[in-house]
């Protein structure tokens, strides 16, 4: 089933930033799909989120796709892509890594760890904005993702 097809898609949102994350929100509400975005403030609480633990152990729907900082506290992005590529039941949800870092080691470690894809935050909010629409374009348009 393709994401054309889908009610709504669920995205895993792991960031530490709140103003990031606000911005993250109001572009998908302007979104032309129904998505249920879940937001999680580091690697920890989003393995938290996926195995249904902690404050999310009352269940949280398995995401459609992880949008992931790499710079965060407690467990950083490098850490959790480790994590959740190990984790067969977890391992086929795609990581799509968005942050600030443009250093070229961290393009080749996420990589290498199972990122599906690497994207600089803009420093533009409307830039910004613009690449929130095509991550919607590409990944809930385009991109076959498995059945949930």
């Keep these: 089933m393709s994401a054309i097809n889908r009610q709504s898609c669920v995205i895993?949102?792991?960031?530490?930033?709140?103003?990031?994350?606000?911005?993250?929100?109001?572009?998908?509400?302007?979104?032309?799909?129904?998505?249920?975005?879940?937001?999680?403030?580091?690697g920890l609480d989003a393995l938290d989120y996926l195995h249904h633990r902690g404050r999310w152990s009352q269940?949280?729907?398995?995401?459609?796709?992880?949008?992931?900082?790499?710079n965060?506290?407690?467990?950083?992005?490098r850490e959790f892509l480790s994590a959740i590529k190990s984790d067969m039941e977890?391992?086929?949800?795609?990581?799509?890594?968005l942050t600030t870092s443009e250093v070229e080691r961290d393009v080749l470690a996420s990589y290498q760890r199972g990122a599906s894809g690497y994207i600089v935050k803009p420093v533009e909010?409307?830039?910004?904005?613009?690449?929130?629409?095509?991550?919607?374009?590409?990944?809930?348009?385009?991109v076959r993702l498995p059945q949930r």
Excluded at 59 to 70: E, T, V
Excluded at 90 to 97: E, H, K, Q, T, Y
Excluded at 125 to 139: G, K, P, S
Aim: proline share 5%.
């Design 72 to 77: 965060m506290p407690r467990m950083d992005g």
């Design 125 to 142: 909010i409307e830039d910004f904005l613009n690449a929130v629409r095509q991550i919607e374009d590409y990944w809930l348009t385009l």
């Design 90 to 97: 977890i391992a086929s949800i795609p990581v799509v890594v």
């Design 59 to 70: 269940g949280s729907p398995r995401p459609d796709l992880i949008l992931l900082d790499l």
């Design 12 to 42: 895993l949102l792991v960031e530490d930033v709140m103003a990031d994350a606000h911005l993250t929100s109001a572009a998908f509400k302007e979104a032309r799909f129904l998505v249920d975005l879940r937001h999680a403030t580091d």
